[in-house]
């Protein structure tokens, strides 16, 4: 992206130099570049597309999940945990497979740091899930380097399944893009790279996308959506902020090993 905008300046500085042919019109430039990012933008949908499944028991989708290992999903310690709850098999449903292409979870895990009824702090908040069977699209995750480099006003993109619009016989999940807000530490404070997991954003995202995977500008997987910021306020007391989380994927690399 770097290399195109470069491009984009040197052709702005050669349009501005005379010669024989037109030179192109502001609006020109305005709409192929937006034709280039929509572009960019379908193709991370498109890789990845067939990697996102929807956690779902007796007809009923509850969380997003990832493919991370052809029989290995990403998602949530809650979503693990909210799974592990459930009544009947909880199966991984293909996105856009239609209902037909679904895996049997067969063991589940979260992260060992996670407190599900902690509410001073945030914990880590990852979970990996077994399936039977392997997928036909694994997402690729950042490395450690490439994470280092994530910081507020990056683009972002997540791919989930919103609970207003989850439906379990026919899983087509939502796309997202949004921009980093920070990367802090639990607390919220700026920290040391090995304690500044927490990638706040702000896509739109519900209930359901709980699990959903944040890619970068790159189209690698940086984070792990996690939840909502929940504010106090005198009048209407606690309620959903528009501030969101994520958890950085590095985060699953002690239960992947």
Sequence with gaps: MRSQRAIDRLSDDLASVPHPGPAPKSSDAKATAGARD???SRRIYDANKKGIFMLASDGHGFCTAFAVRPSV?????????GAQRQQGTVVAL???GRGKTSFRVTSMKAHPGFQERQSASITPDVGIIHIAGKVSTVLEMASGQELTRTGAGDEIYLIGFPGRLMNARDP???FMAAH?????????QPGSFARAWLVEHDAQTTGGTSGSPVFDARGKVIAINA?????????????ASPYKYAMRIDLLNSLLQ
Aim: contains cysteine.
């Design 38 to 40: 929509a572009s960019f």
């Design 73 to 81: 999903l990403a998602t949530n310690a809650h979503c693990v945990r």
């Design 94 to 96: 293909e996105n856009e």
């Design 172 to 174: 087509a999940a939502t």
């Design 180 to 188: 980093v807000g920070r990367v802090t530490d639990p607390q919220g």
């Design 227 to 239: 939840g909502t910021y929940v504010q106090q306020d005198e009048a209407e007391g606690a309620h």
